[in-house]
């Protein structure tokens, strides 16, 4: 059975940092695109950002570029996000997902196959 294990969450003031860390327990699936997702109480989970299998190519939603930054190394995992310059509303449940094919690189949570149980990321004003 696959797991997807995400880990680094917590609390911090409002611009602070917190750096999450994903890893998948599938030799063969850690090399596949990866993406983060969040999802704040009372709204849709959405899209953080994603990154190819090899590292080289990265995407970011609007909301988040510039101060978050998705990274792995050797195409494998760990794949971590390191979260700067946090706000309120950036408090969340951030998961960690797999993509369904190695090379698919996607903004849509229905293009990733396994998902972790999401770890809390809570910043306070």
């Known amino acids: 059975q696959v797991q997807v294990i995400e880990s680094g969450g917590g609390s911090v003031q409002a611009g602070g940092s917190l750096r999450l860390s994903c890893v998948v327990s599938?030799?063969?699936?850690?090399?596949?695109?990866m993406g983060w997702f969040r999802q704040a109480p009372g709204k849709e989970r959405e899209f953080v950002a994603f990154?190819?299998?090899?590292?080289?190519?990265?995407s970011y939603a609007d909301s988040v570029k510039g101060r978050f930054t998705i990274s792995r190394d050797n195409a494998k995992t760990p794949v971590t996000l390191q979260m700067n310059s946090l706000k309120a509303e950036d408090t969340a449940v951030y998961y960690c997902?797999?993509?369904?094919?190695?090379?698919?690189?996607?903004?849509?949570?229905?293009?990733?196959?396994?998902w972790g149980r999401g770890t809390q990321v809570t910043v306070s004003s």
């Open positions: 599938s030799g063969t699936l850690s090399t596949y695109a």
């Open positions: 997902a797999v993509s369904r094919f190695a090379t698919t690189m996607s903004r849509h949570e229905n293009d990733y196959r396994y």
């Open positions: 990154i190819s299998g090899s590292g080289g190519r990265t």
